[in-house]
């Protein structure tokens, strides 16, 4: 089976811009979480989605939002981009919750300048 | 903030040594995960140890959990240069989905 896939693997942007981030989960797993991690960090919990419904919500701007589609997959959005948005952004799924082992992609790597 | 604190920041061994690194928590947990990252790639999900457990094994890895200190260890050992990483702990708070990742240690592996 495939892995988690994310797309585009590389992005730049200027402030003030808005982008979107893809993220395919592993076929079956119905739960897709996003995470920031800033360069020598951990990363960063955004969102968490299952079943199409958000599960939970990291300490982010109403700058950021996402969804997730009937097929599972997902999209980050981020508005209004700011220099500090300037990170790899990751997305991971799971057959239901943050309780079980999380799949990952390798990221978008997102520079804004 | 981060709910997990790993030491040592760094860490760099000889290859065939063992590797132990540290996370602490502050609040009560459902489990707690172990994960790898090479450099510029996502993570990789190592062992999961759930509260009630105190010790698990996978290969050359071994995690404990000691749930009245809030602490855990990961052991690497007989350690390898394709180990080198950085691993981070990951905890889930008791009555929440989010999953926060503790800071990492960042080793190195000299062949």
């Known amino acids: 089976d495939a892995g988690v896939t994310q797309s585009p693997t590389h992005l730049i942007k200027t402030r003030g811009q808005h982008v979107t981030l893809r993220c395919s989960p592993i076929s079956g797993h119905k739960s897709v979480s996003w995470y920031q991690q800033v360069l020598g960090q951990g990363p960063q919990f955004i969102f968490q989605y299952y079943e199409k419904e958000e599960r939970g919500r990291g300490n982010f701007p109403d700058r950021f939002s996402a969804r997730q589609f009937p097929n599972y997959s997902s999209e980050l959005n981020v508005n209004a981009l700011l220099l500090g948005d300037s990170a790899l952004y990751l997305c991971?799924?799971?057959?239901?919750?943050?309780?079980?082992?999380?799949?990952f992609g390798d990221g978008t790597r997102l520079s804004i300048l | 903030s981060q709910q997990g604190e790993e030491d040592p920041q760094a860490l760099s061994i000889q290859e065939g040594e063992n590797a132990t690194m540290n996370c602490s928590y502050k609040?009560?947990?459902?489990?707690l995960q172990w994960y790898r990252q090479n450099s510029g790639r996502g993570l990789v999900h190592l062992i999961l140890i759930r509260s009630n457990e105190r010790e698990k094994h996978s290969g050359r890895l071994r995690v404990t959990l000691d749930t009245s200190k809030k602490s855990s260890s990961l052991l690497i050992t007989a350690s390898r240069a394709a180990d080198t990483a950085s691993y981070f702990c990951?905890?889930?708070?008791?009555?929440?989905?989010?999953?926060?990742f503790g800071t990492g240690t960042r080793l190195q592996v000299f062949p």
């Open positions: 609040t009560s947990i459902n489990n």
């Open positions: 991971a799924s799971s057959l239901w919750d943050n309780n079980q082992p999380q799949h």
């Open positions: 990951a905890t889930v708070f008791q009555g929440t989905d989010k999953l926060i």
